[in-house]
């Protein structure tokens, strides 16, 4: 059974090996307890008894807007919903915080993860790459 938490306990090399695995690079040594409570509204964890399977940050403009970034599932559970599982919880937390808007943006192959799973509607957007 995999359980999710709002705002859930981590350790920062589980997150590091979790985004390696995600973003296919090696791990990293970045302090995302830090990050994350000093610049997100939240994050939810998934765990499988004490694994870390999943993680979604949710930052915000510290208003009305929030921000998906870094959803991030472990390839033994994937395709089992536990990502929608962890967008689900993370637009529960957002909305619970008073957001009115969670904006998500993703490369074309989530189209269908997060358009038809998680029921995300497209809009304009840019980028400017820095």
């Known amino acids: 059974m ?26 990293l040594e970045d302090d995302w307890w830090g990050q994350v409570n000093r610049h997100s509204l939240g994050w939810v964890t998934a765990r499988q008894d004490d694994a870390l399977v999943g993680f979604v940050n949710v930052a915000w403009d510290g208003a009305i807007h929030a921000f998906i970034l870094d959803t991030l599932v472990t390839e033994a559970v994937r ?20 957001c009115e808007w969670l904006h998500v943006d993703f490369d074309d192959h989530l189209k269908p993860f997060y358009f038809d799973s998680c029921g995300f509607q497209p809009t304009n957007g840019g980028l400017i790459a820095l």
């Open 2 to 27: 995999i359980s999710y938490e709002w705002r859930g306990r981590f350790g920062n090399p589980e997150v590091n090996a979790l985004h390696a695995e995600g973003f296919g690079h090696r791990p």
């Open 79 to 98: 395709r089992q919903g536990v990502g929608h599982e962890l967008v689900a919880t993370a637009v529960e937390g957002a909305r619970a915080a008073g």
